[in-house]
């Protein structure tokens, strides 16, 4: 599933979204700066020049610090339900952050070990965005090229519009199971 932001309420579907919660994968630890209530503000660049803005407690990023320490190799998660757009690309506020160790896959042939640079020095960077956006109510699907249909959903207190393209059998099967229950909610 492909999911693109738009920020035109024209021609979204009115329908309550009920929950937007994206994550971040990303590599290099970004410099923080001290923000008041005991938060910090990291950015985050995103291949194209989107820049994600992250607000999290002081605490979190401390901890997410250490913990970058402690591998070679590593990636971080950063989750948050409280997405908005600003004049520089997307912000995450209240956000957690997980530091991951990653694993590196040993080559079957013999190679002449490597040494691996400072793990502290990859230029901090967005590797995937996954969004989830929980709904209830359906939306019109427009038929779209390729077997494709558009889903858009509109988010009431702040006017985003979220536009998801999916595959016109899987959204044909939501349909379908949609109309088969009195009250559900849906999750692209």
Do not use: Y
């Not at 035109?8 to 970004?30: C, N, Q, W, Y």
């Not at 969004?131 to 390729?146: S, Y």
């Not at 985003?160 to 009195?182: G, M």
């Amino acid at each position: 599933m492909e999911l693109c932001w738009v920020v035109d309420v024209s021609m979204a579907e009115k329908l309550k979204v009920i929950k937007v919660e994206t994550t971040l994968r990303f590599e290099g630890l970004p410099s923080a700066r001290e923000i008041p209530n005991k938060k910090v503000k990291v950015q985050l660049p995103q291949a194209g020049g989107t820049i994600f803005t992250v607000i999290m407690s002081t605490r979190s990023w401390r901890r997410a610090k250490a913990s970058a320490a402690e591998f070679v190799n590593w990636s971080g998660i950063i989750t948050s339900e409280d997405l908005s757009k600003n004049e520089h690309g997307w912000r995450l506020s209240e956000a957690g952050v997980k530091i991951l160790e990653t694993e590196v896959k040993q080559s079957k042939e013999e190679i002449e070990p490597v040494e691996l640079p400072n793990p502290n020095a990859i230029e901090p960077k967005v590797l995937k965005v996954d969004t989830k956006i929980r709904f209830a109510g359906l939306p019109k699907a427009k038929p779209m090229p390729d077997k494709k249909v558009k889903v858009q959903l509109t988010r009431e207190e702040d006017g985003i519009v979220f536009s998801a393209f999916l595959n016109t059998k899987t959204w044909r099967k939501a349909e379908a199971d949609a109309k088969e229950f009195k009250h559900w909610v849906g999750v692209i």
